[in-house]
């Protein structure tokens, strides 16, 4: 069997599923449980990773998932497929980090909210490089070529009011500030268009002015429209059609869950406060991708998502954690369960027997001197067992686990996962070990 069938077993939640081919697959953030959930396309794993205090965003990188917790100030990256915790990042005290993006060279951006900074942390050292000061109480974060656009929601903690809003613009590379942009009331959330500008979501003060849609032309860093949204909108995406889907939030006694829309090239609002999209009840968060028509829809008071389309009809609803707040998809050229293909220099079979007690054996043949490491993990992502770490000759070989620790103790009746390496490839198998 080819390494690359064995790579459509990876496990999902401690069982092997394969999602539907063209199906979306999606993590979602539970705030109030502090777990997260995966949605496979057609099957829902709920409260899979355990994640920080008040977890606040998250995005898939790779084989990774990104958790950035406010309250514990930290940077959590998981083994998307196993959900073993295999980073963890410290982040200024008492900053409370908002928001992240992804940059060049494998490092990520944060918004430091209450101390006033952006951070950078280079994610294949697992370490925070650099700190600088921006906005007051910044928010959201967009990295276009060789800036970064911050919004400045500029909330005094002191008073509980907002001053000028602001887009604060950085310089990649040296995180120096090169310029600011003024806004309306509490700017949260930016994206670009695919026209090339950058629009921006102004939130309003939740009493007194309200949501506005600002585009900004980003050579000359001037805001050229302004469209009346209505209401206390929080979030936003933008989908493969040109729609922009906002999160608008719907508490207390309104029916339901609210969503406005807009088109996103001529800037037309198609459902705002008047005429909005009703789904749900409390509407936090809205992800879509740039290939596909529609959007999901976090409902934090029914802990359920949705897939909306444009005119409102729910094509998918699913139940998930307590509280969700953040939904975030899975690239559709990320490696792992979609379309990932390796090169056919080895192959791997599947560990047998499994279920097993006392041994499990796995069996790999290499066309090619390669190094292969082969590791047994825990539910909690640590190593129990390492059967090999070495370059082998071409040729076939067995790695048996006796189902012992690296203490030569025995291990506890469960599941395990059995990671192997080969080169740059990489296959986790679920193992099963009964006493």
Known sequence: MSLSRTVSQILVFFLLLLPLSGSQQLYVLNSL??????????????????????????????????VL????????????????????????????????????????????????????????????????????????????????????????WNDWSYGQGKIVVHNLATLAVEGEILVPTNPQKILQSTDGSLHVLCTGDYFSTFGKIVRINPTNLTVSDTLELGGSPGAMTLDGDGVVYIAAGGWGTEPAGLVYTYTAEDFTLLHGSENPLTVGHG?????????????????????????????????EQVTVGDGPSKIALVPENSSGLTDHEIPDTHTLGTAYPNPFNPRTTIEISLSQVSHVAMSIFNVN???????????????????????????????????YFLETRVNQDRSIQKITLIR
């Open 381 to 415: 992502g640590q190593v129990v067992m390492q059967l090999a770490a070495s370059d082998f000759a071409p040729g076939t070989y067995r790695f048996h686990w006796d189902g012992e620790t690296m203490n030569h103790l025995p291990a506890a009746s469960g599941i």
């Open 33 to 66: 449980a502090e777990t997260a959930s995966y949605w496979n396309g057609t099957e829902i794993f709920n409260d899979a990773a355990t994640l920080g205090l008040y977890p606040n965003d998250m995005l898939v990188m790779g084989d990774t998932l990104l």
């Open 69 to 156: 917790n406010s309250g514990s100030h930290n940077l959590q990256i998981f083994d998307r497929f196993s959900y073993a915790l295999v980073g963890n990042i410290n982040l200024p005290v008492n900053s409370n980090p908002y928001e992240m993006a992804l940059a060049e060279g494998n490092q990520l951006i944060i918004s430091l909210l209450q101390s006033n900074q952006l951070a950078r942390v280079d994610l294949t050292n697992h370490s925070v490089t650099d700190t600088i000061s921006t906005g007051l109480s910044p928010e959201g974060i967009l990295i276009v070529g060789d800036r970064i656009f911050v919004t400045s929601s500029s909330f005094n």
């Open 283 to 315: 509407i936090m968060s809205v992800s879509a991708n740039s290939h596909t028509a529609g959007a999901w829809i976090a409902s934090f008071d029914t802990d359920q998502i949705f897939h909306i389309t444009a005119d409102g009809e729910v094509t």
